[in-house]
Each structure stands twice: as structure tokens, then as C-alpha cells.
């Protein structure tokens, strides 16, 4: 194979892993302050409509980043109220925001569907670019494909390295002491939630400004779901996430190469891959009770009430 | 200001009450929503809740979306009461038509009586092997139960799509992806002439008294809702959690596979890409409307069941995209889970500029 194809081959792959990556950081983070939140594939959809509505209607791809982000802030806010401030389930109120965000989308882009908006630019770099190989897949990308490598390296700090990041693993693994010891857990938690309907909002804005590059009701086609398993995948650690990211990036390059090739086993098949992968992922590392138990925050999941 | 006290004990009029409510804010806002899209908002509530229920046809119409979700529905809410959370219903569905559809396909010319009861089994046994895989993977590997039947629903619905597009597409269907209609010995009977009202109509309330006395009066019932409520007290009595998940995922995937050859064998008639417009999500919403109560489930898939004709109405006489349906069962269901916080806590009225004084 010659220099071209694996060129191809790794953009290929780096292209379909964006999307994971950033809303998986995202739930990262919100899992990390002790709240599951299970509506990530709606705020994607709601965050890919928005940005390509704000897109197309401003002219400008960027200014339709900003919104998808907001757009996920916004929609995410109403699981933190519900969750945080109503204590309700976490685990309907995320489905139900997963469930109100495709009506939402879909009504949000009835007007939307099969035209054109502004497509993310390529930022490339002088020079650097032009290097056989590393220029295309290192130094000539879009925005967002820096953003989700750049975004991950500070959570990772944040999370090692920083008060804060101590102070929001503290409320997710005994929100009592963390409260006990004057820390606000429910503006956290409100945070950490707001931090991951962003993050999901900018990987909808992914999709539908870049990948796809158009706007359809089924855009996410279940990455939301498998941003949520990547977390468990990776243990709650950033930089298995990447890895996390990139092997299921790789799952969805090689399901549409398959398909390219005509191989003998049927297209509908084929596309079912990273779902079976999801399965198999999971299983493999959920085998270690001991493992999980160890990493995962441990209020993840439940409410918290403040008597006094 | 207002800070929310325990209230010590469960809230019996509040348990019934934050549906009510639930859905009367339900209604205020969607009357928002249409008066921000420019329909004239009491019209377009008139439209989406009252007029698809207005004559025979509409009613029967109600029953046949109500099915599949009340039969779903309380196979979840037995599920949920023991705290496995089962989200695949659809994926279930699935199977189940795509189990008890194959043989009805197998055997076209079986006009036996005992067929149709067959197929329907067969249905049952394809929705019940689906979950199967989410209990053994959850209890052999601890794999979490809302991923894998999740990835299941995407899987099944692209089996479904390759069957209907390559070995089981009807070779007269003028290369459009579903099967062959199904025979006369294997549809879903009629009870009312003259309606739409189907064998399914009949079963879903029957399915859910037959669940309420399981959970209400059997052994069964009370470990399911021990385990679901109090896992250390299920653990102490020696009830078993392997065995209460297996029969929880068993039954809530075999009433799903059932409600999905129900559908295909009846109102759909064959094999599509589309089977289900979401049925095991909506059935979520069905079974915590109905909290988590088998007839509480027959009121919510009725109510539920209305959004989609709501929905389509909408579409049809104000030019609105039916959408709106899918926005109704999520703001519905925001609004109860919210409403549901005054069954454990009620509101209290606190004076900012007095200090705070402790109760306890």
C-alpha cells in the first residue's frame, strides 16, 4: 500500500472518531462530579441542528459551533434542574432528554433538511502542511479535530492536576464529605452537566457541519450511546478515552470499507459492526468487578439532598 | 423562597397526583409551542388531543397504538420494579416480528387454527432470546444492562433491514424492501367487525391484570419488588438476584417480542424496514406515567398512544410536522419525573430575612 491510501486511511479514521471523542469528554467530566447522563445522543442531535441552522442562516460554520454549544448547555440544564434540583431519576431523565431531543431536533430542522450550509474549514498550517503524510493528518485539519485533542489534554490535567478537578472528583465519590466540607455539590454537579451538554452540543455541530455535512433526524445514529460506553470503557480516564475513541473510529472506518469492498457479507450487516463492538468492549471490561468498582465515581447515579 | 422538606413517608396523594399534574403542565406547554409556531394554541390542543378520539374510527384507532405499548409497557414496569433497566424494548420488538414473522413466512400455506397461536409463541420466544443476551451478559460479565440492550435495538433493526432487503424480500414487491404479505392463517384476528380492533386490543389490558396479580399477590411479585427497592434486605432474605433479573429481562423481552409479531401479523401486515415508529422508547414514558403499576400503564399507553394520533392530525389540519408527538412524550415526561419530587418532599416556604431554623 502505498503512502496515499494509509493517509487516507488514518484521516478516515481520526474523521470518525472526533465525534465520539468530544461528547465522551464531555460525559467525562459530568460522570466524574457523580451524575449519569444518559441523554447524550438527544443534546447531540440538538447541538447538530443548531449549529447547522446558525450555520446556514448566518453563513458562518463557527458562529454555528458557539450555538450547538450553547444549544447543549441549554438543553443539558433542564436534566441538571430536573436531577440536581427535583432529585429525580437520573437514569429517565436522561432518556427522557434523549427521547424530547429527537422530536425537538426534528421539528427544529423540518426546514432544514436536504439543503446546504457552511462546512467546517480546514485550518492548515504554512509548511507544515505540505509534509508528506504528517502534514495532511496532523497539521491540516479542522478546528474541531484540534479542539477534541487540545480539550482532552486539559481535562486530563484538570482532573490530576488541579484544585478544582480534585474538588469535582471529591463530589463524585462522596458528595456527603464534599459537602460536609463546604463545597457546593449541586453548583458543581450543575457545572460538570452544563460542561458535558456543551461538549455533546459541539460534537452534533460536528456531524452535521463536517462529517455528514447535512442535517437529517437520524445524524447521531446511536454515537451518543456509544460515547456513554466509551466511558465506561475507559474507566473514567482521560486518555483512555482517546484510545477508547480512536478503536471504535477504526470499528466505523473499517464497517463503511467493507462496504466499499462488496465483501460477501451484507451491507445492513456490516453497519451493525460498531454496535456489536460496543457489546463486545464492554463486556470485556466490565468482566473485572474489582476493576470497575475501583475506578467508578462512587455516587455516580445518585441524588443528592442537603438537609440543612 | 421555597426549600423542600422531607416528608418522612411516601406521599399516597401525590403518587397519583403528579401524573395529573405532569400532564396538565404537559398540555400548558405544548399550547406554547404551538402559539410560538403560529397555530392559534386552543385549536391546535383541540386538534392534537381531542378530535383523533372524536368518532368510532378514532377510537379504534387509539386502541391499535395503545396495544403494542401497553404490552410493552408493563413488561418494563416489571422489569424497572426490580430495578433492571431494560431500555431495549424496541430491539425486542423486533425480534419477536422478525421470529414470529419468519415462520408465518416459512409456512404460507398453514391454515391450521393452531398456527396463528404458533407464530405468536414464536414471537414471544425471538423477543425473549434478545433479552436473554442483555441477562447473561449483565450477570456473567456485569456488562450495564442499558448499553447492550440499547446496542441490541440498532442491531436488530439492521438484521430486519437486511432480511427485508435480501433473503426474505417478496419476490413480487416490485423490488420495495418488505416481505411478502403474511397469509390469512397467520393474521392477527379481528374482534370487532367494522373496526380496527385487533386480538392485541384485547390482550394488552388482560397481560397487565394478569402482571398486576403476579406482582400484587404471588412470592414472585414481592421479591421482585424487595430486590428492586431494598438490595441488601432481598440479599439477607436469600432471594435470589441472578434468578430475578433472568425472569424480570425474560418476561419484559418476551411481552415485547409478543407486542411486536402482534403488530406486524396485524396492522402492518408484513415485514417492513419500519416496524416500529419507537414504540420501546415511548413505552418508557408508559411504564413511569404508570408508575411503574400495571394499570396505571393502561391509562398512560392510552394517553400515549393519543401523541401519535395527536401527531398525525397535527400534520394533517395545521401543516405542523408531526414531530410534535415525540416532543409531548419527552416534555411529559420532564414534568412528571420533576412533579414527582413532592411524593417524598414537600415545599416550604422559607422567609429569606428570617434565619433559617433546624427541625431536627
Known amino acids: 500500500m502505498d503512502l496515499f491510501y494509509i493517509t487516507?486511511?488514518?484521516?478516515?479514521?481520526?474523521?470518525?472518531?472526533?465525534?465520539?471523542?468530544?461528547?465522551?469528554?464531555g460525559e467525562l467530566i459530568t460522570e466524574r462530579s457523580g451524575t449519569l447522563n444518559l441523554g447524550v445522543e438527544g443534546?447531540?442531535?440538538?447541538?447538530?441542528?443548531?449549529?447547522?441552522?446558525?450555520?446556514?442562516?448566518?453563513?458562518?460554520?463557527?458562529?454555528?459551533?458557539?450555538?450547538?454549544?450553547?444549544?447543549?448547555?441549554?438543553?443539558?440544564?433542564?436534566?441538571?434542574?430536573?436531577?440536581?434540583?427535583?432529585l429525580a431519576n437520573q437514569i429517565a431523565a436522561g432518556l427522557a432528554l434523549t427521547i424530547f431531543g429527537h422530536g425537538f431536533a426534528a421539528l427544529l430542522g423540518a426546514g432544514y433538511v436536504g439543503i446546504a450550509a457552511p462546512t467546517l474549514p480546514k485550518l492548515a498550517f504554512p509548511l507544515l502542511s505540505k509534509i508528506p503524510f504528517f502534514g495532511p493528518v496532523?497539521?491540516?485539519?479542522?478546528?474541531?479535530?484540534?479542539?477534541?485533542?487540545?480539550?482532552?489534554?486539559?481535562?486530563?490535567?484538570?482532573?490530576?492536576?488541579?484544585?478544582?478537578?480534585?474538588?469535582?472528583?471529591?463530589?463524585?465519590?462522596?458528595?456527603?464529605?464534599?459537602?460536609?466540607?463546604?463545597?457546593?455539590?449541586?453548583?458543581?454537579?450543575?457545572?460538570?452537566?452544563?460542561?458535558?451538554?456543551?461538549?455533546?452540543?459541539?460534537?452534533?455541530?460536528?456531524?452535521?457541519?463536517?462529517?455528514?455535512?447535512l442535517w437529517s433526524q437520524d445524524l447521531?445514529?446511536?454515537?451518543?450511546?456509544?460515547?456513554?460506553?466509551?466511558?465506561?470503557?475507559?474507566?473514567?480516564?482521560?486518555?483512555?478515552?482517546?484510545?477508547?475513541?480512536?478503536?471504535?473510529?477504526?470499528?466505523?472506518?473499517?464497517?463503511?470499507?467493507?462496504?466499499?469492498?462488496?465483501?460477501?457479507?451484507?451491507?445492513?450487516?456490516?453497519?451493525?459492526?460498531?454496535?456489536?463492538?460496543?457489546?463486545?468492549?464492554?463486556?470485556?471490561?466490565?468482566?473485572?468487578?474489582r476493576r470497575t468498582r475501583l475506578n467508578q465515581p462512587a455516587c455516580l447515579g445518585k441524588s443528592f439532598h442537603a438537609v440543612v | 423562597m421555597f426549600r423542600l422538606e422531607p416528608r418522612g413517608e411516601r406521599s399516597t396523594f401525590w403518587t397519583y397526583g403528579s401524573p395529573v399534574l405532569a400532564v396538565l403542565l404537559t398540555i400548558l406547554t405544548m399550547?406554547?409551542?404551538?402559539?410560538?409556531?403560529?397555530?392559534?394554541?386552543?385549536?391546535?390542543?383541540?386538534?392534537?388531543?381531542?378530535?383523533?378520539?372524536?368518532?368510532?374510527?378514532?377510537?379504534?384507532?387509539?386502541?391499535?397504538?395503545?396495544?403494542?405499548?401497553?404490552?410493552?409497557?408493563?413488561?418494563?414496569?416489571?422489569?424497572?420494579?426490580?430495578?433492571?433497566?431494560?431500555?431495549?424494548?424496541?430491539?425486542?420488538?423486533?425480534?419477536?416480528?422478525?421470529?414470529g414473522g419468519g415462520l408465518a413466512l416459512l409456512f404460507p400455506n398453514e391454515a391450521f387454527w393452531w398456527f396463528y397461536p404458533v407464530v405468536l409463541v414464536t414471537g414471544i420466544l425471538g423477543g425473549m432470546a434478545w433479552a436473554a443476551i442483555v441477562a447473561a451478559l449483565k450477570l456473567r460479565f456485569n456488562a450495564n444492562e442499558i448499553l447492550t440492550s440499547l446496542m441490541l435495538v440498532y442491531i436488530a433493526q439492521l438484521v430486519l433491514v437486511w432480511l427485508v432487503t435480501?433473503?426474505?424480500?417478496?419476490?413480487?414487491?416490485?423490488?420495495?424492501?418488505?416481505s411478502a404479505m403474511f397469509s390469512a392463517g397467520a393474521t392477527t384476528p379481528m374482534i370487532f367487525s367494522g373496526t380496527t380492533i385487533h386480538l392485541g386490543c384485547l390482550l394488552a389490558p388482560l397481560l397487565a391484570i394478569v402482571l398486576w396479580q403476579v406482582m400484587a399477590r404471588s412470592v414472585l411479585g414481592f421479591q421482585l419488588r424487595v430486590v428492586g427497592q431494598a438490595p441488601r434486605a432481598a440479599r439477607y432474605a436469600g432471594?435470589?438476584?441472578?434468578?430475578?433479573?433472568?425472569?424480570?429481562?425474560?418476561?419484559?423481552?418476551?411481552?415485547?417480542?409478543?407486542?411486536?409479531?402482534?403488530e406486524v401479523t396485524g396492522p402492518v401486515g408484513q415485514l417492513t424496514t419500519s416496524i416500529t415508529p419507537g414504540y420501546g422508547f415511548t413505552a418508557v414514558i408508559v411504564a413511569f406515567l404508570g408508575?411503574?403499576?400495571?394499570?396505571?400503564?393502561?391509562?398512560?399507553?392510552?394517553?400515549?398512544?393519543?401523541?401519535?394520533?395527536?401527531?398525525?392530525?397535527a400534520q394533517i389540519n395545521l401543516n405542523l410536522p408531526n414531530a410534535i408527538t415525540g416532543i409531548f412524550q419527552g416534555v411529559l415526561l420532564f414534568y412528571l419525573l420533576g412533579a414527582d419530587i413532592l411524593i417524598l418532599y414537600r415545599l416550604k416556604r422559607v422567609n429569606p430575612a428570617a434565619p433559617v431554623t433546624e427541625n431536627s
Open chain 1, 8 to 25: 487516507s486511511f488514518v484521516l478516515s479514521i481520526i474523521s470518525a472518531s472526533t465525534p465520539l471523542l468530544l461528547a465522551a469528554s
Open chain 1, 43 to 86: 443534546m447531540m442531535l440538538i447541538g447538530a441542528i443548531a449549529g447547522f441552522a446558525t450555520a446556514h442562516d448566518t453563513g458562518s460554520a463557527l458562529l454555528g459551533v458557539l450555538a450547538a454549544a450553547a444549544a447543549g448547555i441549554a438543553i443539558s440544564l433542564i436534566f441538571a434542574v430536573l436531577t440536581q434540583t427535583f
Open chain 1, 138 to 213: 496532523l497539521f491540516n485539519q479542522n478546528i474541531l479535530i484540534y479542539f477534541s485533542f487540545a480539550i482532552l489534554a486539559c481535562i486530563s490535567w484538570f482532573l490530576r492536576k488541579t484544585h478544582a478537578g480534585l474538588i469535582l472528583r471529591a463530589v463524585g465519590d462522596n458528595h456527603d464529605a464534599a459537602h460536609a466540607m463546604g463545597y457546593a455539590v449541586l453548583k458543581i454537579r450543575y457545572g460538570a452537566i452544563a460542561f458535558g451538554g456543551g461538549m455533546a452540543g459541539i460534537a452534533g455541530a460536528y456531524l452535521s457541519l463536517y462529517y455528514s455535512p
Open chain 1, 220 to 289: 447521531a445514529s446511536g454515537r451518543g450511546w456509544i460515547a456513554l460506553a466509551l466511558v465506561v470503557f475507559s474507566a473514567w480516564r482521560p486518555y483512555w478515552l482517546l484510545a477508547g475513541a480512536y478503536l471504535f473510529g477504526g470499528i466505523t472506518y473499517l464497517s463503511l470499507y467493507l462496504q466499499g469492498l462488496g465483501v460477501l457479507i451484507p451491507a445492513p450487516l456490516i453497519s451493525a459492526l460498531p454496535y456489536f463492538g460496543t457489546i463486545i468492549v464492554l463486556v470485556l471490561i466490565s468482566r473485572d468487578r
Open chain 2, 31 to 99: 399550547g406554547a409551542i404551538f402559539a410560538v409556531m403560529g397555530a392559534p394554541p386552543v385549536t391546535a390542543i383541540e386538534t392534537f388531543l381531542i378530535s383523533p378520539i372524536t368518532s368510532v374510527a378514532g377510537l379504534s384507532a387509539l386502541a391499535v397504538r395503545a396495544a403494542p405499548l401497553i404490552i410493552i409497557g408493563v413488561g418494563l414496569a416489571f422489569c424497572y420494579r426490580a430495578n433492571v433497566w431494560n431500555i431495549g424494548g424496541d430491539g425486542q420488538f423486533t425480534l419477536g416480528a422478525i421470529a
Open chain 2, 166 to 178: 435480501g433473503p426474505w424480500r417478496d419476490p413480487h414487491g416490485f423490488g420495495f424492501p418488505q
Open chain 2, 239 to 262: 432471594f435470589s438476584n441472578a434468578r430475578l433479573t433472568w425472569i424480570a429481562l425474560l418476561v419484559s423481552g418476551g411481552l415485547s417480542g409478543l407486542a411486536g409479531i402482534i
Open chain 2, 291 to 313: 408508575r411503574l403499576h400495571p394499570v396505571g400503564v393502561i391509562f398512560a399507553g392510552l394517553l400515549l398512544a393519543l401523541s401519535y394520533l395527536g401527531g398525525d392530525a
